[in-house]
């Protein structure tokens, strides 16, 4: 029998596990070493656990051509709608906006922000991140009003979809019992896109 902690920090993941030992049968049948069959654990998180999402830096590839025409404005916009356990949206979006002036070819800018913070037990989270050259203000918030409005829709109308599949494997729970290595790269079938 053997027994191990695995860490509190290890990602939540299927693992897979083999154990290697020293061959001392004294036969040279098997070789220098012992290995066992592949034995799966599944690390799944703690229902306490919350997770954030975070940005770090804003690196510009290339500037709007040609360069001599003036500085270029960029709009950093990230939206985060969560999927509730009770499988409803949650009702208040993380909206997150970042400016910056004056952005070149090169340019690395910091940018540590919180796009999403997990409070409560959720089923997952849809993130959209846009960014934009800004030459006009009001196209602008015209265009991040109008993004805000149609992601959150999008959002609604998947949670449904979802709804309906999980009802169809035995609700939310079942989730458990695929292990979210399974779970989370399902595709979505194209009529629902």
């Known amino acids: 029998m053997l027994t191990f902690r695995v860490p509190d920090d290890l990602a939540p993941a299927r693992y ?10 004294g036969s040279d049948t098997f070789g220098d070493q012992l290995v066992s069959n592949t034995e799966y654990i599944m690390v799944v998180p703690s ?6 999402i975070t940005s770090e830096k804003l690196h510009a590839r290339s500037e709007t051509s040609p360069s001599w025409a003036g500085s270029d404005e960029v709009g950093f916009h990230a939206l985060a709608v969560a999927l509730l356990a009770d499988l409803s949206i949650d009702p208040n979006p993380t909206d997150t906006r970042v400016r910056f002036g004056n ?24 993130l959209a991140i846009l960014g934009h ?34 009802a169809a494997v035995g609700g939310a729970s079942a989730l458990g019992k695929l292990g979210p290595g399974s779970w989370r790269t399902r595709s979505v079938p194209p009529s629902s896109r």
């Open 103 to 126: 952005v070149d070819s090169g340019d690395v800018r910091p940018m540590t922000r919180v796009l999403y913070s997990q409070q409560a037990p959720i089923l997952g989270v849809a």
């Open 133 to 166: 050259e800004v030459d006009s203000e009001d196209a602008y918030e015209d265009l991040t009003v109008e993004f805000t409005d149609v992601f959150v829709d999008l959002v609604k109308e998947q949670a449904k979809w979802v709804a309906g599949a999980l």
């Open 16 to 25: 897979e596990m083999t154990v290697v030992v020293p061959n001392i049968t």
């Open 47 to 52: 229902p306490t656990a919350r997770f954030e």
